[in-house]
T-cell receptor
Framework: GAGVSQSPSNKVTEKGKDVELRCDPI?????LYWYRQSLGQGLEFLIY????????KSGLPSDRFSAERTGGSVSTLTIQRTQQEDSAVYLC????????????FGPGTRLLVL | GESVGLHLPTLSVQEGDNSIINCAYS??????FIWYKQESGKGPQFIID?????DKRQGQRVTVLLNKTVKHLSLQIAATQPGDSAVYFC??????????FGTGTRLTVIP
């Protein structure tokens, strides 16, 4: 595709439910990132995938958060037992190889936990 | 520039004036810097970048200045237009994988 796509664009869920957010990076990009952006806040790094290497999970806020990247392309961010403080925009970005190159962002998934 | 508490710094400018958005970075080893623009309801978009071996880079209506002595980055927008209203983030990168975003500055252009 022409750019990074994310789905769903909006998600409303009840506290305690699990959610899955999807990211399709730009074709051929080996690096993929997930960020979280709360209302009026900056970008908070969550996790970074690079090729077949073990992901950098240092930004995940709790063990309720996990992510996987299948086949080096599509990635899924899963939040288990959602809490109201998980409400935010979840952004995915990809770059050709690594963080030292420009990252291209998707439109984000707006998650609201009631 | 830097954010304090939960609120983004804001900058309001008249249409046609020049805008200067500032960013202080923390890591003297950072060797690559990017400015992103984020419009309401959209993901960040790349504007311009600069490497640490430069102190100035110009694009179309935008200029980025890098002062490594004081670890300061600025984005200058010439002849600011209403479409420039957005949140602007700076990002610093050191090494291959270490990327850090600033909190952002909200630019409002007054017609």
């Amino acid at each position: 595709g022409a750019g990074v796509s994310q789905s769903p664009s909006n998600k409303v869920t009840e506290k305690g439910k699990d959610v899955e957010l999807r990211c399709d990076p730009i074709s051929g990009h080996t690096a993929l990132y997930w960020y979280r952006q709360s209302l009026g806040q900056g970008l908070e790094f969550l996790i970074y995938f690079q090729g077949n290497s073990a992901p950098d999970k240092s930004g995940l806020p709790s063990d309720r958060f996990s992510a996987e990247r299948t086949g080096g392309s599509v990635s899924t961010l899963t939040i288990q037992r959602t809490q109201q403080e998980d409400s935010a925009v979840y952004l995915c970005a990809s770059s050709p190889r690594r963080a030292s190159e420009t990252q291209y962002f998707g439109p984000g998934t707006r998650l609201l936990v009631l | 520039g830097e954010s304090v508490g939960l609120h983004l710094p804001t900058l309001s400018v008249q249409e046609g004036d020049n805008s200067i958005i500032n960013c202080a970075y923390s890591n003297s080893a950072s060797d690559y810097f990017i400015w992103y623009k984020q419009e309401s309801g959209k993901g960040p978009q790349f504007i311009i970048d600069i490497r640490s071996n430069m102190d100035k880079r110009q694009g179309q209506r935008v200029t980025v200045l890098l002062n490594k002595t004081v670890k300061h980055l600025s984005l200058q927008i010439a002849a600011t237009q209403p479409g420039d209203s957005a949140v602007y983030f700076c990002a610093e990168i050191s090494g291959a994988n270490n990327l850090f975003f600033g909190t952002g500055t909200r630019l409002t252009v007054i017609p």
